[in-house]
């Protein structure tokens, strides 16, 4: 079973940097992420 599975994460800053590589490590620990950024560019 995953770690968090059934949880939920709000990451912002998600599109680069330490932000984006939280998020990944969520997703991968089964969590559902809501991701937030500055703009759809990046």
Do not use: D, H, P, W
């Amino acid at each position: 079973m995953r770690k968090l599975e059934g949880e939920t994460a709000v990451i912002t800053g998600g599109t680069s940097g330490i932000g984006l590589a939280t998020a990944q490590e969520f997703i991968t620990q089964g969590a559902n992420v809501v991701i937030f950024g500055r703009g759809l560019s990046r």
